[in-house]
């Protein structure tokens, strides 16, 4: 193998010959259509971070019409399926079973205290197994009393004490649905999985095989050859990710804000550095279970863990939140959600592009430095 110049005819029945051998071989098609498909369904509605109906049992220990009123200022949200209960025993068993996410008590001596002037106080128990029902059960009962004391002070003809009224206004995404924000995270992780578990079989088959003996024969340059192996398997995943989009945004409702060309030109940079890694992990190690293993440590899990597709980057410690500055899933993920959520805000997207472009360009150079060494042998 020889590193003159490309030849076009040799690149384009290159090109042809692995196309063929992507439409003869089954797992490709698998890889590349059926298996996202099944991940954005998967993640699109197996993943969810909004607070769904709550599990409440309430323990009314106050004889006073107060007790019951706030009871009843409870039962106004959707979100909560309320149980009346008559003991503190039956609530700390269902709370210990898991039947009850959360109990509220109200002591026998609310309605004294809330009309002698003294502040009341309402117990609340709640499972700090599930911290983020925890903190919005919370967050609900602090507001239920506060409203339902601001009401009694309305009634009595009391001056109440000046109250600050926040008005929360959400952008990009008024709904608060986590499925808008976690959706364009996880088709990063399918390109992921398309670009590097796909090609990291590609060159490690030809040596299985006992085919790439022919082509080092041949007069088929090192240039020719990566790009022979880059292209068709650049255009699965083009179409991967219009599939992707296309489901997300027709059939789960995601929004996307952001134009369809800026998107094209995300995808390509990642998936650039995708192939580029998963190339060089097949030219090294030269066996497909192997190159296939180490495509889904090196790619699929820390995109999944470290990318910020499902934890906070800024939560993690210094040294972890260091190292994710190395992964181009980070930038892609960052990039889709933008572009998903809020369009295409120039500053942002353009950041992104360059960090992409850096990871493709040193991915596919040292594949081909490395295929240079080892084809040269």
């Not at 998936?271 to 992990?281: D, Q, V």
Request: hydrophobic share 45%; net charge neutral.
């Amino acid at each position: 193998m020889t590193s003159s110049r490309i030849s076009g005819r040799r690149l384009r029945a290159l090109i042809v010959k692995e196309s063929r051998q992507i439409m003869r071989d089954p797992s490709s098609i698998l890889l590349a259509v059926v298996l996202p498909l099944m991940m954005i369904f998967l993640y699109g509605y197996g993943l969810n971070l909004d607070t769904t109906v709550t599990r409440i049992g309430v323990l009314v220990e106050d004889s006073g019409a107060d007790g019951y009123r706030l009871y009843e200022r409870f039962t106004g949200s959707p979100s909560f399926n309320l149980t009346l209960l008559k003991d503190r025993d039956t609530l700390m068993n269902r709370l210990e079973t898991g039947e009850l996410q959360a109990g509220i008590v109200i002591p026998n001596d609310y309605s004294a205290r809330l009309r002698s002037g003294r502040p009341p106080q309402v117990q609340l128990l709640a499972d700090g197994a599930e911290p983020n029902s925890a903190t919005f059960v919370a967050s609900y009962v602090q507001g239920s009393y506060a409203l339902e004391y601001q009401a009694m002070l309305d009634e009595t003809g009391e001056k109440p004490p000046p109250i600050i009224e926040t008005v929360p206004s959400y952008w990009y995404n008024p709904e608060c649905i986590s499925r808008y924000n976690l959706i364009p995270g996880s088709i990063s992780v399918i390109m992921s999985m398309v670009g590097a578990i796909l090609t990291s079989l590609i060159v490690a088959r030809e040596w299985e095989r006992g085919t790439m003996e022919a082509l080092l024969a041949s007069s088929v340059t090192r240039t020719e050859f990566l790009l022979s192996k880059t292209i068709p398997y650049f255009g699965l995943g083009l179409i991967s990710m219009t599939v992707c989009t296309l489901v997300a945004t027709s059939i789960m409702g995601v929004p996307m804000r952001g134009s369809w060309w800026l998107l094209y030109l995300l995808t390509a940079l990642f998936l650039g550095s995708a192939l580029g890694m998963g190339l060089f992990l097949s030219t090294t190690l030269r066996n497909q279970f192997n190159a296939a293993q180490a495509a889904l440590l090196t790619a699929l899990l820390p995109n999944m863990l470290l990318s910020g597709f499902i934890f906070e980057i800024t939560s993690m410690p210094w040294a972890i939140r260091t190292a994710t500055y190395l992964l181009p899933a980070r930038y892609f993920v960052n990039a889709l959600q933008t572009h998903f959520q809020a369009g295409n805000i120039a500053y942002i997207l353009c950041i992104n592009l360059v960090f992409l472009l850096l990871a493709t360009v040193f991915w596919i150079g040292l594949t081909a430095r490395y295929t240079k060494k080892r084809l040269d042998d």
